[in-house]
């Protein structure tokens, strides 16, 4: 099995970016667990530099604040001004976790060495991951000179990635036994070629029926790009079944939502008709009480016909003594 190191290196700028990669360094930002962190661990991370700053704005304005007392320029709208270094290593058969921190702790003070003069942002050797690696960042501006310095880092050669990977493999890769890992653009080159004997739907490589492009004509971001599409497209393929079934519960997570709200709904109607019910058994309660208050009076007279009479004469002398008695107190006192 191969053994080698991986360095990823990338420029940033603005104060997104600062607090994203910051934050995913220090640990002061909380994801959504992509099952690659174990939280348990995370106390276990050696920080072996701290981010000084709080904030992307206090970071800028105190280098420009000592770039203008020497005389020199302030950070230009939209420039970069620190890059990330992430150093990684392919799994060795035969180390332990403290070999692979003893590699990262070389590989450490030997970037602090290289990127002497820069400032250093932050260090950190995670051990919450599935093994530890470094992450280290160095700012554009140069404390010995008190200035934002692109210049002075193309000067020293500090900008160019295969001349850093070359050193970095002749002084500290041998040493443990480790050689320069593959660039993505050949393993994209690869995995096009690959990809090209193949012709087959079922490997997840769809991208070649929409693409015309001939390997000459793909540039080296296209590759780059290709290349993680192919290796994701692999890991896919792998985990298929896994996520599938995860796809799966989530579905019938939805759905026995789903049926819950609508059994919610069915017993607000259901409470509604009981209530309309009880209402309705009220009502027919009155009305037979009613009935047999009728049924009880035409017993007393005898039929319903006397009854009507008796309380069509009582309806007529009550009104009649009211218009008297009301003619009464109209009219004036003798």
């Not at 709208?77 to 403290?98: H, M, P």
């Not at 896919?236 to 996520?243: M, S």
């Not at 509604?272 to 037979?288: H, P, V």
């Amino acid at each position: 099995m191969a053994k080698y190191f991986v360095i990823d290196w990338k420029r940033y700028g603005g104060g997104e970016a600062y607090k994203n990669i910051v934050g995913h360094a220090l640990r002061q930002r909380h994801y959504r667990n992509r099952g690659n962190i174990d939280e348990r661990r995370r106390k276990k991370n050696i920080v072996l530099h701290d981010a000084e700053q709080t904030s992307w704005q206090e970071y800028v304005q105190e280098c420009n604040a000592l770039s203008r007392e020497s005389g020199g320029r302030a950070l230009r709208k939209g420039s970069k001004d620190f890059f990330a270094i992430v150093v990684d290593s392919s799994v060795v058969e035969g180390w332990n976790e403290e070999d692979y921190i003893k590699y990262l702790l070389e590989a450490e003070k030997w970037l602090r060495e290289r990127f002497k003069g820069q400032k250093l942002l932050y260090s950190v050797i995670h051990r919450d991951e599935k093994k530890p690696h470094l992450h280290i960042a160095f700012s554009y501006f140069n404390t010995e000179r008190n200035r934002w310095s692109q210049k002075w880092l193309k000067e020293q050669k500090l900008d160019r990635l295969p001349l850093l990977l070359r050193e970095f493999e002749e002084e500290i890769g041998k040493k443990f036994g480790l050689q320069k890992g593959e660039s993505l653009e050949n393993r994209g080159r690869k995995a096009v070629s690959k990809a090209i004997k193949i012709k087959t739907e079922k490997r997840g490589f769809l991208w070649w029926k929409r693409t015309k492009h001939r390997i000459t004509g793909i540039n080296k971001k296209q590759m780059a790009r290709i290349g993680r599409a192919l290796v994701f497209s692999q890991e896919y393929q792998k985990h298929k079944p896994e996520i599938q079934h995860t796809a799966r519960i989530s579905e019938l997570n939805k759905k026995i939502e789903k049926l819950s709200e609508e059994s919610h709904t069915l017993r607000q109607e259901l409470q509604e008709t009981r209530e309309k019910l009880i209402s309705q058994e009220k009502e027919i309660q009155r009305l037979r009480e009613e009935n047999r208050e009728y049924q009880s009076l035409v017993r007393l007279t005898g039929s319903p016909e006397k009854l009507q009479s008796i309380v069509h004469r009582a309806v007529t002398d009550k009104i009649r003594f009211a218009g008297k008695f009301s003619s009464d107190l109209d009219s004036p006192k003798k």
